[in-house]
Nanobody
């Protein structure tokens, strides 16, 4: 079993910054990719960014230039540095980890961390 724990959410004013962390632990074989999703109230879950084992990164258009995803492979931890935050960034942010497993890839999810951007 792989356990995924997010942290770093909170309340910030527009234009502020937050750094989210996601740590994976347990029976990890090899992590293919780590994803950050977010879901605002009443809206569909959205993929925000991902980073591969080889540190290839991708971002959804709305966060480009403001968010940066990074990874510490040795610690199985992914970060999301968020700057110039906007009220529309308000959401629960979820970390998703895809591990190779012993008999095929498996997905693991964190509990989510609330990000609220409000003056």
């Amino acid at each position: 079993q792989v356990h995924v724990v997010e942290s770093g959410g909170g309340l910030v004013q527009p234009g502020g910054s937050l750094r989210l962390s996601c740590a994976a632990s347990g029976s990890i074989f090899s992590i293919y990719v780590m994803n950050w999703y977010r879901q605002a109230p009443g809206k569909q879950r959205e993929l925000v960014a991902f980073i591969t084992r080889g540190d290839t990164t991708m971002y959804t258009e709305s966060v480009k230039g403001r968010f940066t995803i990074s990874r510490d492979n040795a610690k199985n931890t992914v970060y999301l540095q968020m700057s110039s935050l906007k009220p529309e960034d308000t959401a629960v942010y979820y970390c998703n980890v895809r591990d190779s497993g012993s008999d095929g890839p498996r997905d693991y999810w964190g509990q989510g961390t609330q990000v609220t951007v409000s003056s």
